[in-house]
């Protein structure tokens, strides 16, 4: 699972806000979120909160982070890292690449390296 | 706006699932306690508990309450906590934009789901465990769900919702009997005396600035009378800030201080009065500047803007109370027979100038709030009505409400029945009512009809 599939473009997403490639569209297990954080870029996460069952991709994102919008857990976007309880394990990252104005995600292939 | 209204839901089963001590509230006949023809009033009614636990079954589980203002919520999530009586409720505009209304309490433990004023928000997501809720009221999330039995259904444990949510011109109310008469009904010609503050402009109305909020010693009737019926105390209680705000400094003019002028009287309770001499006038100069009474008096009639559009008091029963001249709305929130939270808000015309907004908004501060040289005056004698109330003797000797008796009629000119301005009409016609709901039994004390497939 390492083709790019192309999302679409940098202006479908507005900055602090988020949207879904469901898993058929995505080609995994899960569901994906896209974030375009507060710095500007891109990232992508698994949209499903590692908590509870909520979609992160309607929580709010300040920063480079986002928070759950049912408990309030915080995952750092950039590593998927848990900052805040009471999730206890990270979410799962997705390569994004911007390439000119197109969104390339990259399902399963982790940003932090295999 | 859409409300629930458009679309009513059910009464909630679990109100009353379970029964309560076995012994029930006992109800107090209170006919002995209001002499409304001969205008005598037993003073327990502000102090005694049985009568206050009464009212919050009788008279506020069963009556439209204020809640807040439409331009309170502009997208899905908007949110704003207040009280039905001391049920708190959060108010809130949901995924198809209705503005739909909770209890503000947990099912899981009770605890107040929404701490916050007002905000924003996806989710009320309860911060003691965790249990979370949508805006549609539905239980979402229930932490370590899998260790709850099988038959463990979340739909069962939503949001109790408050089955009744509707608008008239801005103001949002809602009300715990699902089977009340229509809101419109209920105000009957009391509309007639709200649009001269709440139909001034064909943009409407909204609320600028927060709300303010402050405590009183006082029973809530002692306030939501004195707005319905009371332009009597006027002249004596606020006479230092009359002095004030006159423009030469040495007080109104005789004619002024004997205006003539009505009191409208609901038979639900409602009451109105406004002066109607046409110098009697206590607005701010930029309002007045920015209005065009022609288009008024034709979008609203002469009479209204003769009278009720001017310096007038008013209380939508039970407890919403409003002052046309400064645009102040309030809602006395009772905690207790012998305390009053006040929450006021500063209403305006949608279309008036920014600068005009201001004005109205500084007049209002100036006059009324908990910084107002008026409002000061008015919570003193509540406070201090209250503040003797407890005493045997004191408590066992009856008020007077007598002034203007017989004197309610059609007058011709105003919709409904109306009194002299100078006159204890609407406060008769209030505690009236008041008796005939709190000897009434409610919704809740019908026997709850049996659901479907269960034992009756």
Known sequence: ?114 | MSTTDNCPSEANAAIGKMRGPEHGPKNIDVSALIDAEGGLIDRSIYTDTGIYDQEMRRIFARSWLFLAHTSQFKKPGDFFTTFMGQDPVIVTMDKTKTIRAYLNSCRHRGMRLCRADAGATKMFTCTYHGWSFDLAGALQSVPNEKAYPEGFDKKQWGLIEVPRVTEYKGLIFGNWDQDAEDLEDTLGDMRYYMDAMLDRDPEGTEVMGGVMKWELEGNWKLAAEQFATDWYHVNMSHASALMVMSPTGKGPKAEIVATPGRQFVSPNGHGAGFPTHPKSRFDAQAVHEHYDYDALRERLGDAAVEGPMTTGHATVFPSFSYLPVNGSIRIWHPKGPNKIEVWAWILVDKSMPDDVKDAQRLYNLRTFGPSGIFEADDGENWSEIQAVSGGFVTNSVPLNFQMGIGSEREDGVYPGQTSELYSDAAGRSFYKHWAELMNTPAWHEHPAPAPAGEPA
């Open chain 1, 1 to 114: 699972m390492s083709e790019a599939i192309n999302i679409g473009t940098i202006n479908d997403i507005d900055e602090g806000e988020a949207r879904v490639i469901t898993a058929e569209e995505n080609g995994t297990d899960a569901d994906i979120a896209v974030f375009h954080a507060e710095d500007g870029n891109f990232y992508a996460l698994d949209d499903t909160c590692t908590h509870e069952t909520a979609s992160l991709a309607d929580g709010w994102i300040e920063g480079t982070e986002v928070e759950c919008p049912v408990h309030s857990a915080k995952f750092c976007l950039k590593s998927g890292s848990v900052l805040c309880m009471p999730a206890t394990l990270a979410a799962r990252t997705h390569k994004i690449e911007v390439s000119g104005e197109d969104l390339l995600l990259y399902p399963s292939v982790s940003v932090l390296g295999a």
